[in-house]
């Protein structure tokens, strides 16, 4: 069965930098789009950055364009978001998301908050 789990959030002063993982299992990784969500409270949840299967292509929301890096490691079966120059705004529960090329499931983590706060 699809596993995702989320790491590397917590508090971070504005300017500053995290890096969240999100390691994979259960499935094909290679055979998965992998996305970045993020949840503010209050707000949807929203598109942060996608990497295709094979990490050739990349989308980034406007809002961290610049900022946000999005990368995997089909070895690891893990998917990375560098986030730099971290914002107040940039606060929510950051969210993976796998989606299968052929099938077009999807599954989610369970979420890990990201806080930037002085």
């Known amino acids: 069965q699809v596993q995702l789990v989320e790491s590397g959030g917590g508090l971070v002063q504005p300017g500053g930098s995290l890096r969240l993982s999100c390691a994979a299992s259960?499935?094909?990784?290679?055979?998965?789009?992998m996305s970045w969500y993020r949840q503010a409270p209050g707000k949807e949840r929203e598109l942060v950055a996608r990497?295709?299967?094979?990490?050739?292509?990349?989308n980034y929301a406007d809002f961290v364009k610049g900022r946000f890096t999005i990368s995997r490691d089909n070895v690891k079966n893990t998917v990375y978001l560098q986030m730099n120059s971290l914002k107040p705004e940039d606060t929510a529960v950051y969210y993976c998301?796998?989606?299968?090329?052929?099938?077009?499931?999807?599954?989610w983590g369970q979420g890990t908050q990201v806080t930037v706060s002085s």
């Open positions: 998301y796998a989606v299968g090329t052929v099938s077009g499931s999807g599954s």
């Open positions: 259960g499935f094909t990784f290679s055979r998965y789009s």
């Open positions: 990497i295709s299967s094979f990490g050739r292509n990349t």
